[in-house]
């Protein structure tokens, strides 16, 4: 028995160290092929240059980094609210029989792959927008809403969750004060979940700014600062994708230092996650 327990620790020890050599590893490759490319370029050329022509050697993703933050903020504009709503029905409103066929389609929507969600975009919400709000369709405002549905799921998940872990004798000592249901559920309830919730919408966010191929299909991506919700736009993740295939040189150099500058927005998100588990461990 001993023997079959050391060898799963030692197992378990393996597929760990393997997964820290797998981050380690990209780090390593990020790094070494983009940080020479943005010292050749200029720190400053490349992180506020406003244009972005290959041909010319002008190499700036400031559009680019607005473009992402950009369609960010608008979907957790959209998702947010409709996530946390979600959830605070699933945990405390929701009858016992329409629960799990909620929760399954919650489920089945975060299955969905990300070309699937861009093919619906392109079919559904980019004719909606142009027909409504105007401009061609292919815009900030779409990118956001497909975001913003997209990011649900994890939303919806982890502030459900969330608000099942708080103690029943929260809910119950502030019905036994005179509270309704709903105050109880919105003032007690939401409170006491917050450093959850909070984390569920990081996580979102990180889904957000990391997406790729559904935003290629409905952002317009044109390399720009943008001067309206209705004007399309070019991420950081589709930048990369849609030159990486043709680069070479310093221009693929630039699209893996492009990938640095991400690759340091997603670490600064899952600190923040960090961040946030840790002191609602400590509460």
Known sequence: MKKKEKVFEILFLLTAGFSI?????ICLFLFANGIPAIHKIGVIDFLFGQRWKPGNDLYGIFPMIVGSLYVTAGAIIFGVPVGLMTAVFLSRFCPKKLHGILKNGIDLLAGIPSVVYGFFGLMVIVPFVRNVFGGNGSSILTASLLLGMMILPTIISVSESSLNSVPSTYYEGARALGATHERAVFMVMLPAAKSGILA?????????IGETMAVIMVAGNQAR??????????????????????????????????????FVFILGINMTFNLVKNRRSKC
């Open 21 to 25: 050599l797998a981050v380690l590893m």
């Open 200 to 208: 569920g919408v990081i996580l979102g966010i990180g889904r957000a």
């Open 225 to 262: 600062i943008p001067d309206s919700i209705l004007k399309g736009v070019r991420t950081l993740t589709a930048n990369i994708v849609i030159e990486m295939g043709y680069a070479a040189d310093l221009h693929r150099e630039a699209l893996i230092a492009t990938g640095v500058v991400l």
